[in-house]
């Protein structure tokens, strides 16, 4: 992986901060989000998070947090609200918060009332000790996450650097568990977080980021180490059957669809999704789930897989053994929820075309692109897994538990605003 750092542009990040009256650092971590925002293979779509602590005018510690619905790449000093650090700092020792009391610690503290909700993560930006932290779902990173019982294998190619943290859900619980497991190995430079991605921090954006592109690096070499090369992003090179896609669409936008007013779609084969969607194996292997938690919030759990050839007959048949499926899940996992859950459409966000390439649905042509955007990255990791080992990401239950968090959900609400 390349850096993207340049000291020019660096120094003209932190001149636009001071002459705005900001902090210089504030300029350098917008500066550096944009850049690790900038590369497909790091994050996506509103994935990843950064951070920056400083002090302000009065004295008081603050941090800057990614803000819930703003992208890394094109993100501003709005998009990082400012939030007091002392009273995150108390939530260590404090009681277990729930997602709304943990919402509303943060959102207590704003220095800005009208800013966005701070990430669901800021919590353990707070609590790790730096000035600087950056959180990423790297491609390579992935396809390494998303395997069995990676702690030694981790610990062979990163030796202390990395400290091991198993899959906890994202919010509270990980902030806790993830800074226990910093403070028994303080010396470490980055969090490696199974199934979920990768944390890197120092006390100057440079040191933080050049630390992201040196262990995605190492990821990447030992991947290819085990003839596992990962391709990097690819432009669609296949070609559209207008014919299928109509048939899809006259499907998808019956009476009661999320589709029925509106149903944008995009088509992608590449060679790596050509190479996925011909496996013998497709069906199970797309039924395992997504290659990082946050990505089932926008392409579902698994997607619907059908044949080129297919009749419309034969898409209404897959269609409906999908939504069938689909609420089997939920009523499966519902049922051992703590609170009531009302289950979300049952449509697909996904159509696997064995052989040929996937469609990503949308009621919007964003939506559909991201979701897009999203297929390409998980067909090239989970294509890598394979190779490398078997592609093993979170359980059902840790799956459904994520689609159906309220904090997650708040997280298209902002985007659909």
Not at 34 to 40: E, F, L, V, Y
Not at 294 to 317: L, S
Request: proline share 5%; glycine share 6%; net charge negative.
């Amino acid at each position: 992986m390349q850096s993207r750092w340049n000291d020019i542009d660096a120094k003209a990040f932190e001149d636009a901060a001071v002459a705005a009256g900001q902090d210089p650092d504030l300029g350098l971590r917008i500066y550096t989000s944009r850049i690790i925002g900038a590369d497909p293979d790091l994050v996506l779509h509103g994935g990843g998070n950064t951070s920056v602590k400083v002090t302000d005018v009065h004295g008081e510690a603050i941090i800057h947090i990614k803000g819930s619905g703003w992208d890394l790449d094109t993100i501003e000093a709005p998009g990082l609200p400012a939030v007091r650090m002392a009273p995150l700092l108390a939530a260590r020792h404090g009681k277990k918060l729930t997602d709304p009391e943990m919402v509303a610690l943060l959102r207590a503290n704003l220095i800005d009332p009208a800013s966005p909700n701070p990430s669901v993560e800021a919590l353990l930006h707070a609590f790790l000790p730096f000035r600087f932290v950056d959180h990423t779902h790297a491609t390579a990173i992935l396809a390494l996450a998303d395997q069995k019982d990676m702690a030694e294998t981790v610990r062979r190619i990163y030796g202390e650097r990395l400290a091991f943290v198993p899959y906890v859900m994202p919010g509270f619980d990980l902030s806790i568990e993830a800074d226990k497991i910093y403070r028994a190995q303080p010396d470490c430079e980055g969090l490696w977080l199974e199934n979920h991605g990768l944390f890197t921090f120092a006390d100057t954006a440079k040191a933080s980021y050049d630390l992201m592109i040196e262990f995605v690096t190492m990821a990447e070499q030992e991947l290819a180490a085990e003839g596992a090369t990962l391709a990097g992003p690819q432009e669609s090179d296949g070609i559209e059957d207008e014919a299928l896609l109509q048939r899809l669409e006259k499907a998808l936008r019956g009476e009661g669809s999320p589709f029925a007013t509106a149903l944008h779609m995009d088509y992608r084969s590449t060679p790596a999704i050509r190479d996925y969607v011909s496996r013998a194996d497709i069906d199970e292997v797309s039924a395992r789930g997504t290659v990082t938690p946050d990505h089932v919030i926008r392409i579902k759990p698994w997607p619907m897989i059908i044949k080129n050839d297919d009749g419309e007959q034969q898409i209404a048949e897959a269609l409906a053994e999908y939504r069938a499926r689909y609420e089997a899940y939920f009523a499966r996992n519902a049922a051992r929820a703590d609170e009531p859950k009302t289950i979300l459409d049952t449509y697909p966000r996904v159509i696997v075309i064995k052989g040929e390439g996937m469609v990503a649905l949308g009621a919007s042509e964003s939506a559909a692109r991201i979701g897009g955007d999203l297929c390409e990255q998980a067909t090239r990791a989970i294509n890598a897994a394979e190779s490398y080992g078997r592609f093993t990401p979170i359980s059902e239950a840790d799956l459904f538990d994520m689609e159906y968090w309220t904090l997650e959900q708040a997280k298209l609400k902002v985007a659909r605003a």
